[in-house]
């Protein structure tokens, strides 16, 4: 089994920073990449940003390119989101997730495991 441990949300004011974590306990093998998604209220779950464990390589959503970096401690099987210029539309509940699977993996339905989430909101 794998869990899943955010932290780091909180209030920030607009054009504020915040950096999230995910702490990850369970196996790192066959996994291939670790995500953050957000979900806002009435909205539907969306893709943030994410990161393939073996090789590094990042994927953003085009609304956050620019303002958020996604990071990785194999060491630590930990991931983070680091989230600068924060807007007032940033607000949302953010999840880390985990891919064990083949699919894209820039979309929700390709992730297998889940944490509880961590809010963040922005005020203007």
């Known amino acids: 089994q794998v869990q899943l441990v955010e932290s780091g949300g909180g209030l920030v004011q607009a054009g504020g920073s915040l950096r999230l974590s995910c702490a990850a306990s369970?196996?790192?093998?066959?996994?291939?990449?670790m995500g953050w998604f957000r979900q806002a209220p009435g909205k539907e779950r969306e893709f943030v940003a994410t990161?393939?464990?073996?090789?590094?390589?990042?994927y953003y959503a085009d609304s956050v390119k620019g303002r958020f970096t996604i990071s990785r401690d194999n060491a630590k099987n930990s991931v983070y989101l680091q989230m600068s210029s924060l807007k007032p539309e940033d607000t949302a509940v953010y999840y880390c997730?985990?891919?064990?699977?083949?699919?894209?993996?820039?979309?929700?339905?390709?992730?297998?495991?889940w944490g509880q989430g961590t809010q963040v909101t922005v005020s203007s």
């Open positions: 997730a985990a891919n064990y699977a083949r699919g894209p993996i820039t979309i929700a339905s390709s992730y297998n495991y």
């Open positions: 369970g196996r790192t093998f066959g996994r291939n990449a």
């Open positions: 990161i393939r464990w073996s090789g590094g390589s990042t």
